[in-house]
């Protein structure tokens, strides 16, 4: 490349054309106290809540309180370079983050700038991460399927794109997992997805972006992290910068899936710079508006008319809980926001059941409309099943004498809590996860032995890939069931070939 | 809660104006008041020892007494009201809150100037009728500063505004224009 002398001091020249000299005048205020990440400052009389000020070190900060004296200021950065006595001037503006498509594939902080040392992001549009949601008339009701890839989620708790679903349970349950996993299957779905890391360790944000690129996941993701190590205030707005990326693909027509993972750990440091604000603490020493917080974030989340070019934007966030109490406040609190939850176990993870959904208290409000059809058919007495089979369960330990009945539904109830466990990052399809059901609520699976399960279930999707691909392309196009006659022959035709594992083999392997 | 001692002042000195303007005393009353203040200003410790209990309250009663005597009228009651509700630590704050009413009502601005090189009287009288006139006061009084690292210019600094002409914040600008 040769540079051109007289091309850059043109350039040069129509930039410096377009500068205009002119006093600045700034309104200013002193700072009269700082720590813990935020200030304090004198001044300012003119300043809005939520303002963005400029520090004397280049930091900025945002207002929270307006008191009679003083104002109340966050700092979005390093807060140990400001001293006592410094001037903070407005800026006028509000916080802003970058959006649009460059940020796609980058890993970001909390204001938008990268970490992923990939450099600059070059995008000239920016949205204020505070916006009301939208309202009444902007929005329609949720009836698109979005599909997580995972048998127990799919079929029992359906998600609809605009829908707010909650993933809520102990650490180490595999809360991050079912995320992640929902963003693997995204793929070729004409979604984007915002993933949120608040408060989550930088390596682990590190390998969940490590397992996103593994499976080409990064190609249609934005990632969002604030780290433990950076002051609260970064944390408090990570969730409202992601959603404002979001947005901006929403508001443009488009399908975007966004992932607050955790909402528990934003509230903490929510609490930690109320308390440092002096805003009174309430239930366990949350200020008065953490509900607020979070519903606000939430709300978010819609399902747009046709007239606003009918994008969507689907939440999950994820709150962790302590020793299974739900009934805490934050729980409560996001549980009654959104329109479902998925509760994962942590006695069913450990048993071996993962994802250890449990049935029985997770529920999806809206999700049941968006629902495949072939699926709603497939999957309408899987609750039931479930429930009936671990209240036999208990009881079926004390006696031995069943009749036929009851021991029939226990073989069932095995059967489908076996069927529903799923590998780690292995997303099915919609029209597998049909089949798969659909042997099982047919009575298929009743004579396989449980640990043949997991074999019989890939043979099946294996024969059905060679052999009758055509009826899952049925089901893949039109979302109803193919004729079941069919499918039950073809079903059939596989139960007849397959060969159960027997037992000297299973001891051989095991001796292996 | 007790309340802090810039909202007490306030109060204070806002009554006290009120007063004074009233009797038509405001000129008077100010002096006597920066006479009290440079009294508080060069015994810091004075206000928290009429407050606090550290002193016996004979021994403060003494201490107050030469500050009752060289006073009369509304600014002795002050000095006495102030004393007797125990918020002489408050004392300072109630003088510079009075004077910044008593500014306002004069429409007398202060401002600090900062130039690269020293001004003559001309150049300050230009700067002093100009800056009056766009912030619509009667009087401005400028307190001129030498600062050669804003390379040239004028910045002018007033009560929570900054008025900016330097050319070091021009070409800090510049370079934000060029660089991005």
Do not use: W
């Not at chain 1, 509000?94 to 649009?100: D, H, K, N, R």
């Not at chain 1, 950076?230 to 027509?253: D, Q, S, V, W």
Request: net charge negative; hydrophobic share 40%; proline share 3%.
């Amino acid at each position: 490349m040769s540079i051109k002398a007289e091309e850059i001091s043109a350039l040069i020249k129509q930039q410096l054309a377009n500068y205009q000299d002119e006093i600045s005048v700034e309104e200013t205020g002193t700072v009269t106290y700082v720590g813990d990440g935020i200030a304090r400052a004198h001044g300012l009389e003119n300043a809005l809540v939520g303002e963005l000020l400029e520090f004397d070190s280049g930091v900025y900060g945002m207002v929270q309180n307006l008191e009679t004296n003083d104002v109340g200021i966050v700092v979005l950065g390093d807060f140990t370079k400001i001293t006592e006595g410094d001037t903070v001037k407005r800026t006028g503006r509000i916080m802003e983050v970058p959006v649009g498509d460059a940020m796609i594939g980058r890993v970001v902080n909390s204001l938008g700038q990268p970490v992923d040392g990939k450099g600059d992001i070059k995008t000239d549009k920016t949205r204020p991460i505070e916006r009301k949601a939208p309202g009444v008339m902007d929005r329609k009701s949720v009836f698109e399927p979005l599909q997580t890839g995972m048998k127990a989620i799919d079929s029992l708790v359906p998600i609809g794109r605009g829908q707010r679903e909650l993933i809520i349970g102990d650490r180490k349950t595999g809360k991050t997992t079912v995320a992640i996993d929902t963003i693997i299957n995204q793929k070729d779905q004409n979604m984007i997805c915002v993933y949120v890391a608040i408060g989550q360790k930088e390596s682990t944000v590190r390998s969940s972006v490590e397992t996103l690129r593994k499976y080409g996941a990064m190609d249609y993701t934005i990632v969002v992290t604030a780290g433990p190590s950076e002051p609260a205030p970064l944390l408090y707005i990570a969730p409202y910068a992601g959603a404002a990326m979001g947005e901006e693909f929403m508001f443009n027509g488009k399908h975007v899936l966004i992932i607050y993972d955790d909402l528990s750990k934003q509230a903490d440091a929510y609490r930690e710079l109320s308390l440092i604000l002096r805003r009174p603490p309430g239930r366990e020493a949350y200020p008065g508006d953490i509900f607020y917080t979070h519903s606000r974030l939430l709300e978010r989340a819609a399902k747009l008319s046709d007239d606003l070019g009918g994008g969507s934007m689907t939440a999950m966030p994820i709150i962790e809980t302590k020793a299974g109490d739900v009934s805490a406040y934050i729980p409560t609190n996001v549980i009654s926001i959104t329109d479902g939850q998925i509760f994962l176990d942590s006695d069913s993870f450990y048993s071996g059941v993962r994802p250890a959904i449990d049935a029985g208290t997770s529920v999806s409000r809206v999700g049941g409309d968006a629902q495949v059809k072939a699926m709603k058919k497939v999957a309408g007495t899987l609750r039931l099943d479930l429930a009936s089979y671990h209240e036999l369960e208990s009881f079926a330990q004390f006696g031995s004498d069943l009749d036929a009945a009851t021991q029939a539904k226990l073989n069932r109830g095995a059967r489908t809590v076996e069927v529903l466990k799923q590998p780690l990052h292995s997303p099915l399809s919609v029209q597998k996860q049909v089949l798969i059901l659909f042997a099982l609520t047919n009575g298929f699976l009743d004579d396989i032995a449980l640990d043949d399960i997991a074999k019989f279930e890939s043979g099946l999707f294996d024969f059905f890939d060679a052999s009758h691909a055509d009826l899952l392309d049925v089901i893949a196009k039109t979302g109803d069931l193919p004729d079941v006659d069919k499918m039950k022959a073809a079903v059939q035709e596989f139960v007849n070939t397959f060969q159960p594992t027997d037992a000297d083999e299973a001891e051989a392997a095991t001796n292996k | 809660m007790s309340l802090d001692k810039v909202t007490v002042a306030k109060r204070y000195s806002k009554a006290l104006f009120e007063l004074l303007e009233d009797q038509d005393q405001l000129d008077s009353g100010l002096e006597e008041l920066k006479q009290i203040r440079k009294v508080f200003q060069d015994n810091p410790q004075l206000g928290n020892a009429l407050t606090d209990n550290s002193l016996a309250p004979a021994k403060r009663e003494a201490l107050v007494k030469p500050l009752l005597d060289q006073s009369e009228g509304v600014i002795h009651n002050l000095v006495q009201m102030v004393y007797d509700y125990g918020r002489m630590d408050a004392m300072v704050g109630i003088i510079d809150q009075f004077q910044s009413l008593y500014d306002e009502h004069n429409q007398t601005v202060y401002a600090d100037v900062t130039t690269a090189v020293p001004l003559d009287d001309s150049q300050l009288n230009l700067i002093k009728s100009g800056y009056a006139k766009r912030v619509g006061a009667k009087q401005v009084i400028l307190n001129s500063k030498v600062d050669a690292s804003i390379i040239g210019g004028v910045v002018i600094q007033s009560a929570g505004t900054i008025f900016d002409g330097s050319i070091k914040t021009k070409i800090s600008r510049l370079r934000q224009a060029l660089v991005g």
